[in-house]
């Protein structure tokens, strides 16, 4: 793939497929520069999503798309049920992956997908952009420095509305997968160490009671503080509510809002109010270039890029360097999921789309 454009097929006609793919490609050069979408497949919308699209190849299957010697990876946006076994599928015909959030389904499945990933030799990474973006990692580097002291209190608040995700969407998976995922993985990286579940509690659809449309999960770090996070798919209880992020410890507290999708009036912007100074505030503005076009799934996208590319240069892609969202990342996110819906008396996900042989088992236990 050196010296040309990393060829991108999409798996799944999502309806965030402009927001999450295409328009940052079509906004940002550099990145144009790195990535072509050549290729979508879909079993009922692929050829009038891809005209409407400007995709230049339409298939019917994903098999048809895995065999298209153009494809170089994958960008997965299936649905949750089918998301693990179309991942494998993918590995296994030699495309590198990028996945919607969550990976799959469960834990055990991402235990699966993270062999296939090793197996093939090949880049599998899952989209939890929000991640991805400076201000994230700032706050991560805020925290390792220290500037608050102690961690005593991470909070985390993902308030998103049934029109970015699509009410078919929520009524099948909820918001603990739909939104909440990225608030697990958010909290996981922010406190650098694996939280267990204290408490949660969930509000369940009228029309589908398995199925969750608000969550708030309470978690204990191991160093001794507490995380909280709250999120909802439901849009009368989202409006003028911002994607808000505060870290409170012994000598200060750190606010930054937008993270969910780096965009808005204050998506460079975190707030830093230090005890020790008598609540002296400071306020540290990110210095990012074309901050308006640059969001979070931009630099999602720039870091699949060069993440395959420097994996190639030793042989070991799956040896990740420049990503967290790695597979075995995502088998700790989604372990803690699988946690917060029993504590809030739910089922984890099952699987029903297992992949075939020999991915579709753990030892002897079949998914």
């Known amino acids: 793939m050196s010296g040309r454009q990393l060829r991108i097929g999409v798996l799944g006609a999502a309806r965030h497929v402009p927001t999450s793919l295409l328009e940052p490609l079509k906004k940002n050069r550099d990145l144009s520069a790195l990535i072509e979408v050549v290729a979508l497949a879909d079993q009922s919308e692929a050829e009038s999503s891809a005209k409407k699209w400007g995709i230049k190849r339409a298939y019917a299957s994903i098999e048809e798309l895995l065999a298209d ?10 649905p949750l049920a089918l998301r693990c076994q179309a991942s494998v599928l993918a590995l296994q015909a030699g495309k590198h992956v990028l996945s919607e959030a969550p990976l799959c389904s469960n834990a055990r499945e991402a235990v699966v997908l993270q062999r296939a990933a090793e197996d093939a030799g ?10 991805c973006h400076p201000v994230t990692k700032r706050l991560r580097e805020m925290v390792m420095e220290g500037k608050v002291g102690k961690v005593d209190r991470i909070n985390v608040v993902l308030p998103v509305g049934i029109t970015l995700y699509g009410s078919a969407v929520c009524a ?5 997968m739909g939104v909440g995922s990225y608030c697990v993985g958010l909290i996981r990286l922010l406190a650098g160490e694996e939280p267990r579940v204290i408490s949660a509690a969930a509000m369940r659809s009228t029309e589908h009671p398995d199925v969750d449309v608000s969550i708030s999960c309470d978690l204990a770090l191991p160093s001794g503080g507490v995380a909280h996070f709250s999120c909802s798919v439901n849009p009368e209880a989202t409006e ?10 012994c000598d200060g507290v750190i606010q930054a809002n937008e993270w969910f999708l ?8 975190i707030a830093l109010e230090m005890f020790e100074n008598s609540g002296e505030k400071h306020v540290e503005i ?8 640059r969001d979070t799934f931009y630099y999602q996208l720039v870091g699949f890029a060069d993440e395959i590319r420097h994996g190639g240069s030793h042989g070991m892609p799956w040896d990740y360097t420049m990503n967290r969202a790695t597979p ?24 029903l789309n297992p992949p075939a042989a020999p991915y579709d088992r753990i030892g002897l236990s079949k998914l």
């Open 69 to 78: 010697p153009e494809v170089d990876a994958v960008y997965n946006v299936l």
């Open 122 to 131: 090949k880049v599998m990474l899952e989209g939890s952009h929000p991640s």
């Open 172 to 176: 099948k998976v909820g918001a603990l």
């Open 240 to 249: 003028d509510r911002p994607a808000a992020v505060t870290i409170r410890g």
């Open 262 to 269: 780096g965009k808005g009036k204050t998506a460079n912007t």
């Open 286 to 293: 990110l210095d990012t270039k074309n901050v308006d076009v």
């Open 328 to 351: 075995s990342d995502a088998v700790r996110n989604l372990a803690l999921i699988d946690a917060i819906y029993r504590a809030a008396g739910f089922q984890p996900k099952a699987t």
